[in-house]
């Protein structure tokens, strides 16, 4: 299988999905979008994996790739392809939905707990996931549900958390590919967000227990795998 995924900063990776996919022996390709690289043509990939970014989905001045990455995954979704947002990546596959994309009430950084709504068990993909499960989060948008999407699980303090759209399009809020590393390189180049607040931690609290991580890195797993299982 292959799967291409975009980076939207260099210290922001596949960390624990890369993992997953190499063990399952798949093919990864890679549009490094901060450094200008040019996006394939659709029919050479097989999944889309969007990842994160310290940037917001509206800031097309400031970052002007992010019009034609927009219009790239949407592409990519109408060609019948699997697609995987993680956080600034979910909003972004929410937008070109139709699910608007704005500030959250607060900005939600560190471990919290999620829980599964109600309408995802209507989901063959998301039966993968727990009922309720500790995630890592770094995010300060959110985003509506699109049409047509399923809302799958919220947090205290975020009432969007994920959702799938026709089984193959799946938006996550939050993390479940963050390891040590990627934790310790974000904590580094976005410190200037650790300030006080309800749902904000400190860089010592979020890298304080190394088992955390592999718990939401088996989560993920289970549901990659489920994702494939679903859509062979």
């Given at each position: 299988?292959?799967?291409?995924?975009?980076?939207?900063?260099?210290?922001?990776?596949?960390?624990?999905?890369?993992?997953?996919?190499?063990?399952?022996?798949?093919?990864?390709?890679?549009?490094?979008?901060?450094?200008?690289?040019?996006?394939?043509?659709?029919?050479?990939?097989?999944?889309?994996?969007?990842?994160?970014?310290?940037?917001?989905?509206?800031?097309?001045?400031?970052?002007?790739?992010?019009?034609?990455?927009?219009?790239?995954?949407?592409?990519?979704?109408?060609?019948?392809?699997?697609?995987?947002?993680?956080?600034?990546?979910?909003?972004?596959?929410?937008?070109?939905?139709?699910?608007?994309?704005?500030?959250?009430?607060?900005?939600?950084?560190?471990?919290?707990?999620?829980?599964?709504?109600?309408?995802?068990?209507?989901?063959?993909?998301?039966?993968?996931?727990?009922?309720?499960?500790?995630?890592?989060?770094?995010?300060?948008?959110?985003?509506?549900?699109?049409?047509?999407?399923?809302?799958?699980?919220?947090?205290?303090?975020?009432e969007n958390q994920a959702f799938i759209h026709d089984e193959r399009v799946?938006?996550l809020q939050f993390h479940l590919e963050t390891t040590p590393e990627s934790?310790?390189?974000?904590?580094?180049?976005?410190?200037?967000?650790?300030?006080?607040?309800?749902?904000?931690?400190?860089?010592?609290?979020?890298?304080?227990?190394?088992?955390?991580?592999?718990?939401?890195?088996?989560?993920?797993?289970?549901?990659?795998?489920?994702?494939?299982?679903?859509?062979?």
């Open positions: 299988m292959n799967i291409h995924w975009l980076q939207h900063a260099p210290f922001e990776g596949l960390a624990g999905i890369e993992t997953w996919a190499v063990a399952r022996g798949h093919h990864i390709t890679a549009t490094r979008l901060h450094a200008g690289e040019p996006l394939p043509a659709p029919g050479r990939l097989d999944w889309l994996v969007v990842m994160g970014g310290p940037m917001n989905i509206y800031e097309e001045e400031k970052f002007p790739w992010l019009a034609a990455e927009k219009r790239f995954i949407k592409s990519v979704i109408e060609a019948g392809k699997v697609a995987l947002g993680v956080c600034l990546g979910a909003q972004l596959i929410a937008d070109v939905l139709g699910g608007p994309v704005g500030k959250n009430a607060c900005k939600e950084i560190g471990w919290f707990p999620v829980r599964k709504t109600g309408p995802a068990a209507r989901s063959r993909v998301c039966e993968a996931l727990p009922a309720e499960f500790e995630a890592f989060h770094w995010h300060g948008d959110t985003f509506a549900l699109p049409p047509g999407a399923v809302q799958v699980a919220r947090s205290a303090a975020c799946v938006g934790a310790r390189l974000l904590a580094q180049h976005c410190v200037g967000e650790l300030v006080a607040g309800p749902f904000i931690q400190t860089a010592e609290v979020m890298l304080a227990n190394e088992q955390r991580f592999e718990q939401i890195n088996q989560t993920m797993w289970k549901l990659l795998d489920r994702l494939q299982e679903v859509n062979a």
